[in-house]
């Protein structure tokens, strides 16, 4: 493992994206995975019921970066999906984001109209300016009545800490409408990849410069890799420095235990995700597949979903103390020479899907490699 210029650890969004720009520089590329599959946590597959089902949760691709919607369109065609949550509140299914739908059901209250949804907002709500966490930041939204039915507790069984406990930005990510749009997102581009993103990966890699790896993990074979130019590093950035109890603390991740149900009837729920924001169930969602892309099967399946501390690393916990020990294993990440740290868990933040494909894409053109004319594929980015 001597004869490559590009030594990538990943076979997700951010390793697949840089291996596509080095080899269409010219670069040869190595890709090392630990998993027996590329495409990250995005693999998808078909199941028993053919149903095109992801291993590792729902993702959604929406984005307002025009320029990122373009890249991801040379590899994969698209249908337009806006996705739509419901939570069940006292056995209400109302729409998240909440809505004048939600606040109807909830409070049975008879609100028509933006301005009316405004006011109930203005009256419900306890002002922090700026808010200091999570709770504050929920509280200032849409007061204590919606913040114990939807976000408390559900914020609890997600990142095993109550919104108090956590940034004020985690909550302030999840938007609040004053109208009747129960769209999850608002963004221009809002589609999901025909035939799944493990097939669009595939067309990512699909380059005679790149090589790649699965069933390996880096750290028991880096003796044996030697003369690249550069690496990237996708996973966790303690496991990197061997959670060096000298430098600082290990880091907390949250990851997901996926329990799959057969079910013998044609659908389970009327909604391709469903979440369980209250304290009655120890899940926090569940999904059924089959609703994305209006597939068709005479049976389904169902996906809950358990957030727990073990397990495959998913999501950085973000709080002081962690930023803390981030801010010095950053530290030393900075010092190695010719070693980048990419992605979600490298960079101990949360990305959405566009967000990893523009950090991919920056981080490639910071760089300053010029492509060559004749290996351009997004030579317009």
Known sequence: MTNFDILIIGAGISGAVLAERYASAGKQVLIIEKRDHIAGNCFDYYDENKILTSKYGA?????????????????????TWEHKVVAKVDEHLVPIPVNITTVNKLFNAEISSEKEMQ??????RISYNPPKNGEEAVLNRVGEVLYD???????????DKYPAELHASVLERIPVRDNYDDRYFSDIHQALPKGGYTKMFKNILDHPNITVLLNTDYFEVEDQISGYEKLFYTGPIDRFFRFNKNLTEKLEYRSINFVREEIDQEYFQENSV????????DFTRIVEYKHFGNQKSATTSIVKEFTVDEGEPYYPVPNEKNQTIYAQYKKEADQLLDVHFVGRLA???????????RNALDLFESLEIKLPKQHQRAESI
């Open 119 to 124: 006011q109930w907002l203005s009256e419900n």
């Open 347 to 357: 960079n101990y933040k949360y990305f959405n899907m566009d967000q990893a494909f």
């Open 149 to 159: 039915k939807m976000f408390k507790h559900y914020t609890k069984k997600q990142w």
């Open 59 to 79: 993702h959604l691709f929406h984005t307002n970066d025009h320029a990122v919607w373009k890249y991801v369109n040379q590899f994969a065609d698209w249908y």
């Open 274 to 281: 469903v979440n369980y924001p209250g304290k009655e169930v």
